[in-house]
């Protein structure tokens, strides 16, 4: 529309003004068709190289023919994956960690946001603070020394949690807990009072009040909390490189990247497959839940 | 609490039983509230904050952490050649790719905003695309169209006569590279949140302005920018926190490569402290992202005051 409303108008003698306005809009909108359709290839080159990279026999890629187009498609390289024990466990572990700190990150945010948002107590706006604060602290600002807090809790109680997938159970939930809380504090938030203080009166326990009038009106907000913080646990990729080295403790966004891409010989064919599996769960997600993840993204600024 | 406890009965002109019972409420009410806050208490003060200063602790201990030296690990930093190009290098990328993160998602939301309302969902679904897949597999797709032999790119630049881009062998290149990815990432969360700025301006104010006359640009920088000027102050704040301290793209791509032209702090900080086993200098390296999120806070402390006012 930028462009379009800056481009001079053509010099209309005969035509009416209200004629005039309505062309100069059509061609606005076939112009802001246009500079889409260009952004839409940006965006979905990427994704369209690694389709068609994963449907190759790796002599394809390596005879350097024209890159743009499979010549003998192949589903060889997910068929071969799809066996692969150790991709198997990638993804094993990448599921188990995600729905763990999904379920993990629930518990902790959900009561602590009702708390905040509906029982008002000396430090709760500061705290409500606080929690947005510490969504902003980086996970490169603090990997090193978790690193040597976890190296030092065992050496004192002998628990080893480096180099086990678990340690992301403790680690992940640093990610997604405040910027759920938050979230959960903006829909709480929406809830009228008088809904919570009929409850009250009616003679249910604050914990009732929230498992059954919260958690069921805030239900939208829950499962916008319950996308974030799957596709970030998804998609962490520092943690458990920093914090996972043995290949059956990996998981996925780890060991495609350093598992399947071997010192020379680059079989990029199934590295592509590989990625694309490992895309498909936020994906469909997305694709299936696109307004509840387009609402958890904006909450942050548009809601609380 | 107590006050509230004491109040709360006066405003309510309810029976007496239900008046006690809520005093019961009202007196479990801090011992709820506390329990229901704890797990989130231990997370942040166990997990981040006693981490953020044990790293400044850190900081000050030799590499075998058995000694303090005090601030010996900056001033070997400061005498490093490459840290200097870290610094310049974690600057240009940021602002750079927020910059054009920045305008790109502008461009892109009022072109979305611009074509008729029920077409808008599917082109905006296809565009957050990038945002969705996880960076670090996304990049590896990055990886290989950039490839030194098998470029893709330079299989189309070629056909056009352009001889063969070293995307990520050349220094220059390389972080041109990282920068470009780095903004086909988070463009579309630029465009997501200012378009859900500019739905919410509301329509009267074009109406108005129309029928006074008003240009294109003229409505950009009258309406449509102050109306928006909340969004877009957090939105760039919140990225430049987030690309300042950007991992995955460069690690996959470059690794810091060539000879450390493309390391920002996060990737040198994994380099020295994960890699090369001396804890405490990666520590110092990562400190260095403190200012900015230091500076970045005072801002959006600012601006949660703001709302909570309005609430």
């Excluded at chain 1, 919260?214 to 799957?230: W, Y």
């Excluded at chain 2, 062998?169 to 086909?184: E, K």
């Excluded at chain 2, 988070?186 to 919410?200: D, V």
């Excluded at chain 2, 200012?291 to 609430?311: G, Q, S, T």
């Amino acid at each position: 529309m930028a462009t379009a409303a800056a481009l001079p108008a053509p010099p209309a003698i005969d035509t009416s003004s209200s004629h005039m306005a309505g062309q100069d809009r059509r061609w606005a909108v076939r112009w802001a068709y246009f500079f889409l359709c260009l952004f839409v290839v940006f965006a979905l080159v990427p994704p369209f190289y690694m389709l068609l990279t994963s449907l190759k026999h790796s002599n394809e890629i390596s005879a350097a023919t024209n890159p743009w187009w499979v010549f003998n498609p192949t589903l060889a390289n997910f068929a071969e994956l799809l066996s692969s024990p150790l991709f198997l466990t990638f993804f094993k572990n990448s599921a188990i960690v995600s729905v763990l700190v999904v379920i993990i990150t629930m518990l902790i945010s959900v009561p602590a946001a009702f708390a905040l948002s509906r029982m008002k107590f000396w430090g709760s706006s500061v705290l409500a603070t606080g929690v947005f604060l510490t969504y902003l602290v980086p996970e490169t600002l603090l990997f090193i020394p978790l690193f040597k807090m976890f190296a030092t809790f065992r050496d004192w109680t002998g628990i080893e949690l480096i180099n086990h997938w678990y340690v992301l159970l403790l680690v992940y939930p640093t990610l997604t807990v405040p910027f759920c809380t938050w979230i959960m504090i903006g829909y709480f938030a929406s809830i009228p009072k008088e809904l919570d203080e009929a409850a009250l009166i009616d003679g249910a326990s604050w914990t009732q009040t929230l498992l059954r009038i919260f958690v069921p009106v805030a239900l939208p907000g829950i499962i916008a909390a319950t996308i974030f913080a799957f596709t970030v646990s998804w998609a962490q990729f520092l943690y458990p490189l920093a914090f996972t080295t043995s290949q059956d403790q990996l998981v996925l966004s780890v060991g495609i990247a350093t598992t399947l891409i071997k010192a020379d010989v680059f079989n990029w064919g199934q590295i592509m497959a590989g990625a694309l599996l490992g895309a498909a769960p936020p994906l469909v997600i997305y694709a299936f839940l696109m307004d509840y993840y387009i609402a958890g993204l904006t909450a942050g600024a548009t809601k609380g | 609490m107590s006050e509230i406890a004491v109040r709360q009965p006066a405003t309510f002109a309810a029976p007496a039983r239900s008046r006690s019972r809520l005093r019961v409420f009202m007196r479990q009410r801090s011992t709820v509230a506390f329990l229901f806050t704890l797990p989130l208490l231990i997370l942040v003060s166990v997990m981040v904050v006693y981490p953020a200063f044990y790293a400044m602790h850190l900081a000050t201990l030799n590499k075998r952490m058995d000694r303090f030296i005090g601030l010996s690990n900056f001033t070997f930093l400061f005498t490093r050649e490459t840290f200097w190009m870290v610094v310049k290098q974690s600057c240009i990328f940021a602002v750079s790719a927020v910059i054009f993160k920045a305008l790109i998602g502008f461009v892109v939301a009022h072109l979305v905003h611009a074509i008729p309302e029920k077409g808008q969902r599917k082109w905006r679904g296809m565009l957050l695309v990038p945002w969705v897949i996880p960076p670090a597999l996304s990049t590896l797709a990055w990886l290989w169209l950039f490839d030194p032999s098998y470029s893709a790119f330079n299989y189309v630049l070629g056909g056009l006569g352009i001889g063969p881009i070293p995307w990520t062998g050349d220094a220059m290149w390389a972080r041109f590279s990282v920068i470009l990815v780095n903004i086909w990432y988070g463009a579309p969360f630029f465009m997501i949140m200012y378009l859900a700025a500019l739905k919410s301006v509301p329509a009267e104010l074009y109406e108005v302005a129309a029928i006074d006359g008003a240009t294109f640009w003229q409505r950009l920088w009258f309406i449509t920018l102050p109306m928006m000027r909340n969004i877009i102050a957090i939105t760039t704040l919140f990225s430049l926190i987030v690309t300042f301290a950007n991992f995955d793209i460069v690690w996959i791509l470059t690794a810091g490569g060539p000879i450390d032209r493309t390391h920002v702090f996060a990737t040198w900080a994994f380099r020295l402290g994960i890699q090369g086993g001396d804890i405490p200098l990666g520590a110092s390296v990562s400190l260095f992202m403190l200012p900015i999120l230091a500076v970045a806070a005072v801002f959006i402390l600012r601006d949660v005051n703001k709302r909570a006012e309005r609430m």
